[in-house]
């Protein structure tokens, strides 16, 4: 049955891979495609068009915010709740789900309700100076605060499914009988049984936030997304361009995680 099955999978991955590459190749061809030939100038101009670098860098900073404030939001509640709540699970999974089916209109129309309410009825308040500062543009803490939103989804389903093939009552109690609190418990003997969950969960935030465009387009900010989408309109061929390489920078840190996971098992040491 293996054998029979085995030509079934080659052609599945073979119609998969041309369902990914032909677009991008289609991409590539488009940026280099030049009336005297081939030409590399939308690659080359990247580095020297202005935003480019600070929009990157301003999404890798949010990108790197949101991943350590939704691991340090997610990780103890799920812990928490397999070990002392189990029965509430359904309801936090309802909850965490909830950002999938709220559009993003709708949800920075609500942002924008509450940001406008804020110094109207706080203006009095040592709050002001905190709505004024989560609005900041060298760093807009209030996209965190929505991508870590968005994000809940994504981040809750791989801790879930890491949590599910551990026995995490087993190693809490271990660590506990062996004098460690409960934090120490959480840090020394879960985590790094959940390494390949904590890494999906970074990964996919990762991807959230460096794609992410409609949040940060209607509320003002110039990320790395929305900056391509206003390049595109006066320079497609570099628009395009940036696309492409910022598809294969995400693809490269995919591999990046995921060899760190695998060479932080590998030499690990073994215990028997």
Known sequence: MARRLTPWRWVVLG??????LVPLAASVVFTVDDPDGISFDAYT???STGGFVSSLLLSLELAVTTIVVV???MVPAVVALRLGAPRLRPVVEVVCSLPLVVPPIAFVAGIVSV????????????????????QNPSFPVVLVLAYVVMAL???????DAGLRAIDVRTLVEAARSCGASWPKALVRA??????????????LTLA???????????????????WIYNVGSDQAQMSVAVSVLSLLVTWALLLALAGAGGGRNRTAPSRG
């Open 115 to 134: 940001l406008k309410w804020g110094p109207d009825h706080l203006s009095r308040t040592p709050l002001f100076q905190t709505f004024v500062a989560i």
């Open 208 to 226: 959230l936030v460096l794609g992410e465009f409609t949040v940060a387009q209607l509320l003002g900010y110039q990320p790395f997304a929305v």
């Open 45 to 47: 101009k990247i580095l």
């Open 15 to 20: 119609l998969a891979a041309l369902y990914f």
């Open 153 to 159: 989804p994504f981040v809750y389903r791989a801790l």
């Open 71 to 73: 691991l340090l939001l």
């Open 190 to 203: 879960v985590l790094p049984n959940l390494r390949g969950a904590l890494l999906n969960a970074a990964f």
